[in-house]
């Protein structure tokens, strides 16, 4: 654990942390089935898709997170916090590394580099390749759409058991595809590239679980691609209980350098 710690850069550790986000939780029962219809419409499609909202108002766990760079992997569990519409925080074990993320802000700091960053999404923003904000990372947290699908119309088709809606006037800058699995409504996978700058950003959800009778994400695999890396993170979340009592103890320690990012 310290040597993956130790290794990791500040640009390393936000991307993991960013991406953790963007994820959710394990429980007991994987959600399994579901059956395609294809005489349902995008419209339809995408109406169940808001219907089916996770709804609760605490998050508290971990998550096992594997990550690659195609030069190096490391392997590192975190502790994971939040609180819907307000806060999430992270902390890695004795809390060498904390990350806590609220609607205005970014914070992170590293004890072993006696560095931190404290700003805006900007910074995430240009590392994912797409404009993040806290309702994003909201909405991958729980499975859903990374934009508002009722504000566009899509055309639908069948892939590999899902429904996969794409706009029917693709953007000239960004090019999205978004798949939903039919048992839930939830997203089977998501997707956002910037061909010009040879830029993906791609999340597949790997299976559900319900938890409380919310229904959430269990495992989940990214890849970040732009023009000079490829980074792949792999998630397993444990041991999550929702709607509990949660705090963040965050405070960035004295004396540390602030990263200009």
């Given at each position: 654990m310290?040597?993956?710690?130790?290794g990791?850069?500040m640009?390393q550790a936000l991307?993991?942390?960013?991406?953790?986000?963007?994820?959710s939780c394990k429980?007991?029962?994987?959600?399994?089935?579901?059956t395609?219809d294809e005489k349902?419409?995008?419209?339809?499609?995408?109406?169940?898709?808001?219907?089916?909202?996770a709804?609760?108002k605490?998050l508290n766990?971990?998550?096992?997170?594997s990550?690659?760079?195609?030069?190096?992997s490391?392997?590192?569990?975190?502790?994971?916090?939040?609180e819907?519409?307000?806060a999430?925080?992270?902390?890695a074990?004795?809390?060498?590394?904390?990350a806590?993320?609220?609607?205005d802000?970014?914070?992170?700091?590293?004890?072993?580099?006696?560095?931190?960053?404290?700003?805006?999404?900007?910074?995430?923003?240009?590392?994912?390749?797409?404009?993040?904000?806290?309702?994003?990372?909201?909405n991958?947290?729980?499975?859903?759409?990374?934009?508002?699908?009722r504000q566009?119309?899509?055309?639908?088709?069948?892939?590999?058991?899902?429904?996969?809606?794409?706009?029917?006037?693709?953007?000239?800058?960004y090019k999205t595809?978004f798949?939903?699995?039919?048992k839930n409504?939830?997203?089977?996978?998501?997707?956002?590239?910037?061909?010009l700058?040879?830029r993906l950003?791609?999340?597949s959800?790997?299976?559900?679980?319900i938890?409380n009778?919310?229904?959430?994400?269990?495992?989940?695999?990214?890849?970040?691609?732009t023009k000079?890396?490829?980074?792949n993170?792999?998630?397993?979340?444990r041991?999550?209980?929702?709607?509990?009592a949660?705090?963040f103890?965050?405070s960035i320690?004295?004396?540390?350098?602030e990263?200009?990012?």
């Amino acid at each position: 654990m310290m040597k993956f710690l130790r290794g990791i850069t500040m640009k390393q550790a936000l991307l993991m942390l960013s991406i953790v986000l963007m994820a959710s939780c394990k429980s007991t029962k994987v959600v399994t089935g579901g059956t395609v219809d294809e005489k349902l419409s995008a419209k339809s499609v995408i109406k169940a898709h808001y219907q089916n909202q996770a709804n609760f108002k605490t998050l508290n766990g971990k998550v096992r997170i594997s990550y690659s760079d195609g030069e190096s992997s490391q392997n590192v569990s975190v502790s994971i916090r939040m609180e819907k519409d307000k806060a999430i925080w992270m902390s890695a074990p004795l809390g060498i590394v904390k990350a806590y993320i609220t609607p205005d802000r970014v914070s992170f700091y590293n004890k072993l580099q006696n560095e931190y960053f404290d700003g805006d999404f900007s910074y995430l923003s240009e590392l994912l390749g797409t404009e993040v904000d806290f309702s994003i990372l909201q909405n991958l947290l729980t499975g859903q759409a990374i934009v508002d699908l009722r504000q566009e119309k899509y055309g639908i088709d069948l892939f590999e058991e899902s429904y996969r809606l794409t706009p029917k006037l693709p953007g000239t800058l960004y090019k999205t595809l978004f798949r939903i699995e039919p048992k839930n409504y939830k997203m089977a996978l998501q997707q956002l590239s910037q061909p010009l700058k040879n830029r993906l950003l791609e999340i597949s959800y790997e299976n559900y679980q319900i938890l409380n009778k919310e229904i959430l994400p269990n495992e989940i695999k990214i890849r970040a691609i732009t023009k000079d890396n490829e980074n792949n993170i792999a998630l397993e979340f444990r041991n999550i209980e929702l709607n509990g009592a949660v705090n963040f103890p965050y405070s960035i320690p004295k004396g540390f350098k602030e990263i200009e990012l």
